[in-house]
């Protein structure tokens, strides 16, 4: 266990120390069109639909410099968005509509 309290302390010291997550780090196009293409939809015809969590999971995993148990990013991305404002979470909201509606209108959805 404390192993665990261990890790999640030093992603905390990461993600302290790493880029901003609040706002989103999508500073230009091309920062957008990337972290869309890394959410690809299946290859079936069902629309993508990406959480704001996902979201803030995807950019502490792109700022780690070493990969984390699931568990232990989980709780990080709990812990960030518990304490971040109700502004904050509306830009991460408003932000996975873009990129759904990015993604879906590739695949026709």
């Known amino acids: ?11 905390h010291h990461e ?7 609040f706002p989103p780090p999508i500073n230009n196009p091309k ?5 869309v293409k890394s959410f690809k939809p299946k290859p079936s015809r069902r629309k993508v639909h990406i959480m704001s969590l996902t979201l803030l ?22 812990e960030l968005w ?11 909201k408003e932000l996975c509509k873009q990129i759904n509606s990015r993604i879906n209108s590739r695949i026709g959805g």
């Open 1 to 11: 266990m404390s192993s665990l309290n261990q890790e999640v302390q030093m992603l």
């Open 15 to 21: 993600v302290a120390n790493g880029m901003q997550l």
């Open 31 to 35: 920062d957008f069109e990337d972290t």
């Open 57 to 78: 999971n995807f950019f502490i995993k792109k700022q780690a410099q070493r990969i984390y148990k699931k568990c232990v990013v989980d709780k990080v991305v709990r």
């Open 82 to 92: 518990n304490s971040t404002t109700a502004n904050n979470k509306i830009i991460y």
